[in-house]
């Protein structure tokens, strides 16, 4: 199996090495994990892609690619150029942050699995929703993402679709989430609040305090479980 991964956040962010190393640890050969990711952060960048300008690649060690572009011009660039084959799986993540909702079209990790669904590759999106006032385990977001691929790439990948991947935060001695297929993405929007200053509104909305419906991708997060959601393109 080939797999392709990316993010939004930086070829150096953390959540990228956990990535790279839960694939590992699922027997994928190292061989075959290729990450294409931007040479910096880049998030709520949504589906933007570069087409006036030219966008730099540095091959870095082993099978990482730097890149001056999107998340989306990462997989473009990396199917039509960057990769021997066409991958078997592309993942995005793990983003420092939830993707849920509204987030789907602002999101930069998810815009990347999205790109690649429409070149017809399976793909899985994961987002770490975080709590201001609980440290964020890069061990325990790993545990838990290996466990949602170990269901997922048992699941039947329908053409058009991607999974979308969001990871609760939860104290250190909480009991172990569920996984919950098929959350609906929230309809309602964001907060919607602004602070007039001197240079202008300030966006002062809450993430946390986000309206959310019964059964939805964030009312699943936000209540402690693992919520997985399938998008279509």
Not at 186 to 209: C, I, M, V
Request: glycine fraction near 8%.
């Amino acid at each position: 199996m080939t797999i392709l991964l990316t993010n939004d956040d930086g070829i150096t962010a953390p959540g990228l090495s956990a990535l790279r190393d839960v694939c590992r640890s699922l027997g994928i050969n190292a061989a075959n994990i290729h990450i294409v990711a931007p040479d910096r952060e880049l998030s709520q960048n949504g589906h933007r892609i570069t087409t006036y300008s030219p966008v730099q690649v540095e091959k870095l060690d082993g099978q990482r690619h730097s890149v001056s572009g999107t998340p989306a011009d990462c997989v473009r660039i990396a199917l039509s150029h960057l990769l021997p084959e066409k991958p078997d799986l592309l993942i995005s993540g793990i983003n420092p942050g939830g993707n849920m909702g509204h987030d789907l079209h602002i999101s930069g990790t998810v815009a990347a699995t999205r790109e690649a669904a429409y070149h017809g590759i399976p793909g899985i999106a994961i987002s770490h929703y975080r709590k201001r006032d609980v440290p964020l385990c890069w061990e325990t977001a790993s545990h838990r993402a290996a466990r949602v691929m170990k269901m997922l790439l048992n699941q039947k990948h329908e053409d058009g679709t991607f999974w979308n991947v969001n990871l609760p935060h939860l104290a250190k001695d909480a009991p172990e989430p569920e996984i919950i297929l098929d959350c609906p993405p929230e309809r309602q929007p964001l907060p919607n609040a602004f602070e007039s200053t001197k240079d202008g509104y300030l966006y002062t909305g809450d993430y946390s305090q986000r309206p959310c419906t019964d059964g939805s991708d964030v009312a699943v997060c936000f209540g402690g479980d693992i919520a997985v959601s399938k998008i279509s393109i």
